[in-house]
């Protein structure tokens, strides 16, 4: 998606992501097709860019779609990924220098824990990536929980 909004003006950003939607969130690689001719259509005149990098990235795209829908909204989710990523490297930056590598996890657990200090977050969390760990220790045969077991 960012790559699409290179080629294009800010003022169609909007419409190129709802145009782009159905593709990336198509259940099967026959639907994607079918979303991103009808995307060309709509686009290709105005920007053949865009239509053009998603084609020539298409055979990286398409084993994305064999995952469950729930695995697919958390990759395509990258902000709160890239908030908490922020915010580590924010507290390990102003630590500085760690004596070991206990200090250093440390540190970093202390920022994961400040990032929702009342703890409401929590239950906002659970419903949101609940399914997306299901989905991702059914898909991943379990090594997501074997670390608990």
Known sequence: MRNSFRYAARQDWD?????????YQAATVEQAEERFLEFGEQWGAKYPAIVRLWENAWAEFVPFLQF???IRRIVCTTNAIESVNARIRKAVKARGHFPNEQAALKCVYLAVMALDPTGKGRARWTQRWKQALNAFDITFDGRLSAARR
């Open 15 to 23: 419409a190129i992501s709802r145009g782009l939607k159905p593709v």
């Open 68 to 70: 469950d829908r729930e």
